[in-house]
């Protein structure tokens, strides 16, 4: 790991903080209602004011939540961390006639878990003051605390199981996931369908936003 746990401390503080500096400060929220509203020519802030704030408060939420899951899916590749080992493991090797005692491992395999027992931790560190972070700027309550995390093990969960699409230059995959059909439903249910594709893409911009503020975070070497 190049990192220290005081240097991961800073970066995933601030990680959060360019998060929701970004969906903010860049309006992306507001900018996909009004865009929205005016290609499907449907009630808008003038239209509608309180439906419009409402709008604005739910889907943002929506909106943190697929960035965090994002995020937080790109932490061990910026992190530098492989934790690709949590599935089956090997088959022990059968005994060898005439040999006694265990065999020892190779100075790589010695290697690689004493680096796996020092890389999951680290990463945990990253995650927890992230999610820290990004709490104590919302202010959340102990109560919405506990929503937000029940609401992102939804999405990781549904997400996970999605299948997995070839992708295809002729027919392009219908809009799906747990981001598509909540914002969906919460953006207009009478038009599932165009507000579903209108969420797909927002999707898109989100992951992007998310990407980007990593790549800004891990970019410059701090000496701390």
């Known amino acids: 790991m190049p990192y220290r746990p005081r240097e991961l401390v800073i970066r995933a503080r601030e990680a959060a903080t360019l998060l929701l500096a970004t969906l903010d400060r860049d309006e992306m929220v507001p900018r996909f209602l009004d865009m929205y509203a005016a290609e499907n020519r449907r009630p808008g802030r003038a239209d509608q004011p309180a439906h419009?704030?409402?709008?604005?408060?739910?889907?943002?939420?929506?909106?943190?939540?697929?960035?965090?899951?994002?995020?937080?899916?790109?932490?061990?590749a910026r992190l530098k961390v492989h934790v690709a080992s949590r599935g089956p493991k090997p088959r022990a090797s059968k005994k060898t006639k005439g040999k006694k005692g265990k065999k020892k491992p190779s100075p790589k395999k010695k290697a690689r878990k004493q680096g796996w027992e020092i890389a999951i931790p680290l990463l945990d560190l990253f995650r927890e003051e992230f999610f820290v972070a990004l709490g104590?700027?919302?202010?959340?309550?102990?109560?919405?605390?506990?929503?937000?995390?029940?609401?992102?093990?939804f999405y990781e969960s549904l997400t996970a199981a999605?299948?997995?699409?070839?992708?295809?230059?002729?027919?392009?995959?219908?809009?799906?996931?747990?981001?598509?059909?909540?914002t969906a439903i919460l953006l207009d249910p009478s038009l599932m369908d165009?507000?579903?594709?209108?969420?797909?893409?927002?999707?898109?911009?989100?992951?992007?936003?998310?990407d980007k503020v990593l790549r800004r975070v891990f970019a410059r070497h701090r000496v701390n």
């Open 162 to 182: 999605e299948p997995k699409r070839k992708p295809s230059r002729t027919i392009k995959p219908a809009p799906s996931g747990p981001f598509v059909d909540r």
């Open 194 to 210: 165009q507000a579903r594709r209108a969420s797909a893409k927002f999707q898109i911009e989100l992951d992007a936003a998310a």
């Open 52 to 76: 419009y704030r409402e709008q604005l408060i739910t889907i943002r939420r929506e909106a943190i939540l697929a960035m965090a899951l994002r995020a937080e899916a790109l932490f061990p």
């Open 136 to 153: 104590q700027a919302l202010r959340w309550s102990e109560d919405e605390a506990q929503a937000f995390w029940r609401d992102l093990d």
